[in-house]
């Protein structure tokens, strides 16, 4: 949750919070856990949360609407991007909006990761030096391996791993790197 966020980044408590905005406890609680929709909100409560958040109204309200695709999804939209915008325009328009640290920022860390290995596979291809920018979250990475949903199926249906480990020796190193096999971002349709 966006509000839950701020505090963390602000070291705010909600108690803090609510005391500050005159929002009752509950109602913040309910916004926190994501049982009451910013959206859902009157606008007095929504403008005295980014007042004391010392955000915009909007930005509160959109970082709320944003909601977390599937995974295969998050990858599928990417490569799309990758494909229509080519390779350094995908590099810039990434590395500009700083979409992998926040998606980091929401616990998202597969989106994270998966784009962050999209942008250092992509530098490399091209001999474009890598952004240093997210050298701390290149020392991280999921702690257990993602492998594609077909993969997974695959699997299922032979009842062998045989395929999760040539899945991982054929995966392009910089998303192993973050634990997420993926070794084709460019033949999407």
Same mark, same amino acid.
């Given at each position: 949750? *966006? ?19 005159r929002i009752p406890y509950t ?16 606008? +007095? ?12 109204? &909007?930005?509160? =309200? &959109?970082?709320?609407?944003q909601e977390r695709c599937s995974? +295969? ?17 995908? =590099?810039?328009?990434? =590395? ?25 596979? *992509? ?8 952004? *240093? ?40 190193? &910089?998303?192993?790197?973050?634990? *997420? ?9």
């Amino acid at each position: 949750m *966006i509000v839950t966020d701020l505090l963390a980044d602000r070291g705010m408590t909600k108690y803090r919070l609510s005391q500050n905005s005159r929002i009752p406890y509950t109602t913040l609680n309910d916004i926190c856990s994501g049982k009451t929709s910013l959206a859902r909100c009157s606008a +007095e409560t929504v403008y005295r949360l980014a007042k004391e958040l010392h955000v915009t109204m &909007e930005e509160l =309200l &959109e970082a709320d609407r944003q909601e977390r695709c599937s995974f +295969e999804l998050f990858k599928s939209n990417v490569c799309h991007k990758l494909k229509s915008l080519g390779d350094i325009d995908f =590099l810039i328009e990434t =590395l500009e909006s700083d979409d992998i640290r926040v998606y980091y920022r929401k616990k998202w860390y597969p989106e994270s990761f998966y784009l962050l290995a999209m942008v250092d596979y *992509i530098s490399r291809e091209n001999g474009v030096e890598l952004c *240093i920018e997210y050298d701390d979250l290149r020392k991280q990475k999921l702690a257990d391996i993602v492998y594609p949903a077909g993969i997974i199926a695959l699997c299922a249906a032979q009842k062998d791993d045989a395929p999760k480990e040539q899945a991982r020796i054929h995966a392009i190193p &910089e998303f192993m790197r973050f634990n *997420i096999v993926e070794s084709e971002v460019r033949d999407v349709n």
